[in-house]
T-cell receptor, first 112, second 115 residues
Framework: DQQVKQNSPSLSVQEGRISILNCDYT??????FLWYKKYPAEGPTFLIS?????DKNEDGRFTVFLNKSAKHLSLHIVPSQPGDSAVYFC???????????FGKGTMLLVSP | DAGVIQSPRHEVTEMGQEVTLRCKPI?????LFWYRQTMMRGLELLIY????????DSGMPEDRFSAKMPNASFSTLKIQPSEPRDSAVYFC?????????????FGPGTRLTVL
C-alpha cells in the first residue's frame, strides 16, 4: 500500500512556464514533507521541505504548497528551465525524527 | 565535505555470487539508511542505523540480504546469494538528527546487475 503517491509519471513543460508537480499521501501521521531532485546516474538531492504547521514554503523559483485537509502537496517551479529536467521525488516523514517514505517520482522535461 | 561515498558504482555479477556494497556516510552524521530503487517499487527503505546500531530492518527483502555498520564511517550491504531480481540501484544516505529539517543526504548509488 503506497502511502505517498505521485500519480503523474512524467510532465513536459516549455522553458519559462510553470511546472507543477503533485503528491498525495494517506498517512495522517506524516507531519513533514520533502522534495528531492534526481539526475541520471546521481543520487537524489534535497530541494525543499515543508512542515505541517505551514501551508507554503518558498525558496527562489521553488515553492511547495501543503493542503493538509486534502492530504496533498505540490511543487511549483517558476520559471522552469531546461536544467530543471530531472526526476522529482516527494517524501514524507512522521512525527519526531523518523524515516522518509518516498513516492515513485515524476520525470520533468523542460524543453527550450 | 566529500558527501556520501558509495562503492562500487557499478557491479555486474552472476546469479549465486556474493555481492558487497559499501558506504561511507558524511562525517558526524548519526543516521545511515540503505535504499533500493527499482522501476516497479520506486525508492524503498531496506534498513537504517542510528549510531551504528540497526534500528529497523523490516524492509530487507529476504535473509539473503544483510547489513552491517562496524563503525561510524563505514557500512556494508551484502547479498548472498544474489539473484537476477536483486538487480537495482542501491543508495546509501546519511543524516544528522539535530539538523531539524530531516534531510537525508544520498550517495551516487551502486547499479547492481545480476545475470
Amino acid at each position: 500500500d503506497q502511502q505517498v503517491k505521485q500519480n503523474s509519471p512524467s510532465l513536459s513543460v516549455q522553458e519559462g512556464r510553470i511546472s507543477i508537480l503533485n503528491c498525495d499521501y494517506t498517512n495522517s501521521m506524516f507531519d513533514y514533507f520533502l522534495w528531492y531532485k534526481k539526475y541520471p546516474a546521481e543520487g537524489p538531492t534535497f530541494l525543499i521541505s515543508i512542515s505541517s504547521i505551514k501551508d507554503k514554503n518558498e525558496d527562489g523559483r521553488f515553492t511547495v504548497f501543503l493542503n493538509k485537509s486534502a492530504k496533498h502537496l505540490s511543487l511549483h517551479i517558476v520559471p522552469s528551465q531546461p536544467g530543471d529536467s530531472a526526476v522529482y521525488f516527494c517524501a514524507a516523514s512522521g512525527s519526531g525524527y523518523s524515516t522518509l517514505t518516498f513516492g515513485k517520482g515524476t520525470m520533468l522535461l523542460v524543453s527550450p | 565535505d566529500a558527501g556520501v561515498i558509495q562503492s562500487p558504482r557499478h557491479e555486474v555479477t552472476e546469479m549465486g555470487q556474493e555481492v558487497t556494497l559499501r558506504c561511507k556516510p558524511i562525517s558526524g552524521h548519526d543516521y545511515l539508511f540503505w535504499y533500493r530503487q527499482t522501476m516497479m517499487r520506486g525508492l524503498e527503505l531496506l534498513i537504517y542505523f542510528n549510531n551504528n546500531v540497526p534500528i529497523d530492518d523490516s524492509g530487507m527483502p529476504e535473509d539473503r540480504f544483510s547489513a552491517k555498520m562496524p563503525n561510524a564511517s563505514f557500512s556494508t550491504l551484502k547479498i548472498q546469494p544474489s539473484e537476477p531480481r536483486d538487480s537495482a540501484v542501491y543508495f546509501c544516505a546519511s543524516s544528522l538528527r539535530t539538523s531539524g529539517n530531516r534531510e537525508q543526504f544520498f550517495g551516487p548509488g551502486t547499479r547492481l546487475t545480476v545475470l
